[in-house]
């Protein structure tokens, strides 16, 4: 029930191009959504979060696409850059948890030049 | 870059040893939550810390514990180091909740813990 599934596990992309990341969830508690991005040797940096009551949420070149019925969200990167290799993670939480994040298992961008 | 520190950086031990591991929470954050990050995998919840007192725990045994001071700084104790304690111990500061801000945690960089 708390878990969340991430995929795919790795993904290499090139300069200019989309990626695309999916995760689903199973708890329908959950009630809010971020992804952050973590470059190796460094904490976790929020980058853009969603509540289920939005289908979608833009912040520059990153969008969240949430689909409440399937219980997915996935993160869009457009005009991918080099500078965006580093690895994702979709979290989830609901206020009954103490707001734990429950983190999926990471997808690692290569953005090739 | 996010108001989190953690110390130290980097630290070795061997089994059976204790350690502690310090954070100072972002300006105006009341709440402090530990997570553990194994080498690959996702972050993982240790337990919370609001006004002083633990206010959720995640499946660790009790050999993990805490402290939050009245600075909102934090502690994290591991007793009796495992092998598979090794891992990277991120802290995360956030708003009270009735700030309406609880949800949106904010990480330092980590401690990375080695256990031989």
């Known amino acids: 029930q708390q878990q969340v599934k991430q995929s795919p596990q790795s993904l290499i992309v090139q300069k200019g191009g989309i990626s695309i990341i999916n995760c689903a969830y199973e708890?329908?508690?959950?009630?809010?959504f971020p992804w952050y991005q973590q470059f190796p040797g460094k904490g976790p940096a929020l980058l853009i979060a969603?509540?289920?009551?939005?289908s979608e949420k833009k912040e520059g070149r990153f969008t969240i696409s949430f689909n409440k019925s399937a219980k997915q969200f996935s993160l869009h990167i457009m005009d991918s850059q080099p500078g965006d290799s580093a690895t994702y993670f979709c979290a989830a939480t609901f206020s009954g948890s103490a707001r734990q994040l429950t983190f999926g298992s990471g997808t690692q961008l290569t953005v090739l030049p | 870059e996010t108001g989190v520190t953690q110390s130290p950086t980097h630290l070795i031990k061997t089994r059976g040893q204790q350690v502690t591991l310090r954070c100072s929470s972002q300006?105006?954050?009341?709440?402090v939550s530990w997570y553990q990050q194994a080498l690959g995998q996702g972050p993982q919840f240790i337990f919370q810390?609001?006004?002083?007192?633990?206010?959720g725990r995640g499946n660790f045994p009790p050999r993990f514990s805490g402290l939050q001071f009245p600075n909102y700084s934090s502690e994290l104790n591991v007793n009796a180091l495992e092998l598979d304690d090794s891992a990277l111990y991120l802290c995360?500061?956030?708003?009270?909740?009735?700030?309406?801000?609880?949800?949106?945690?904010?990480f330092g960089p980590g401690t990375r813990l080695l256990v031989l």
């Open positions: 995360a500061s956030s708003r009270g909740e009735l700030a309406g801000g609880r949800e949106t945690q904010y």
């Open positions: 300006s105006g954050h009341n709440t």
């Open positions: 969603i509540r289920p009551d939005v």
């Open positions: 708890n329908t508690a959950f009630d809010y």
């Open positions: 810390y609001y006004r002083e007192e633990e206010n």
